[in-house]
């Protein structure tokens, strides 16, 4: 009896394998580039620049992103996904909460979404083409 218990703990256990998602580089490197401009601990948030202009991500897996760095992922919708830290060579989580905002827009919402950044006099990088961002455009769907 023990040693078919046994065996079927054994059989679950080695089955669970964590799932590395999308570690391959050639993935990664084929999605939406963005730098990231603004970063702190204090309330999990950064925020990413891209050629459609800014987006503000809450990190959800405890991986730190620090300005500067290179990111590749999905940054033109909003939810839960992964993105690639090329600088750090690693897949992180995060939330975006808000995408495609101008450089003030993404002020006003680091100051609703982190206010202590705020009291803290926060600068966010800004980069030679941070006023000049393409429009995201959308095809319609024909019912």
Same mark, same amino acid.
């Given at each position: 009896?023990?040693?078919?218990?046994?065996?079927?703990?054994?059989?679950?256990?080695?089955?669970?394998?964590?799932?590395?998602?999308?570690?391959?580089?050639?993935?990664?490197? #084929?999605?939406?580039?963005?730098?990231?401009?603004?970063?702190?601990?204090?309330?999990?948030?950064?925020?990413?620049?891209?050629?459609?202009?800014?987006?503000?991500?809450?990190?959800?897996?405890?991986?730190? #992103?620090?300005?500067?760095?290179?990111?590749?992922?999905?940054?033109?919708?909003?939810?839960?996904?992964?993105?690639?830290?090329?600088?750090?060579?690693?897949?992180?989580?995060?939330?975006?909460?808000?995408?495609?905002?101008?450089?003030?827009?993404?002020?006003?919402?680091?100051?609703?979404?982190?206010?202590?950044?705020?009291?803290?006099?926060?600068?966010?990088?800004?980069?030679?083409? #941070?006023? #000049?961002?393409?429009?995201?455009?959308?095809?319609?769907?024909?019912?």
């Amino acid at each position: 009896m023990y040693s078919i218990v046994a065996a079927l703990v054994a059989v679950l256990f080695t089955s669970c394998v964590k799932e590395r998602i999308h570690d391959d580089r050639s993935y990664w490197l #084929s999605q939406q580039r963005g730098d990231v401009v603004y970063s702190n601990n204090a309330c999990g948030y950064y925020t990413v620049e891209t050629i459609y202009g800014y987006t503000i991500i809450r990190n959800l897996d405890g991986l730190r #992103s620090y300005e500067g760095d290179v990111l590749y992922g999905n940054f033109g919708s909003g939810g839960s996904g992964d993105f690639y830290n090329h600088t750090a060579d690693v897949v992180t989580r995060g939330n975006v909460m808000e995408y495609d905002l101008t450089y003030n827009e993404a002020l006003d919402a680091l100051d609703y979404y982190c206010p202590v950044s705020r009291a803290n006099g926060f600068r966010m990088m800004q980069s030679p083409t #941070s006023q #000049s961002k393409i429009k995201r455009t959308t095809a319609l769907v024909k019912p």
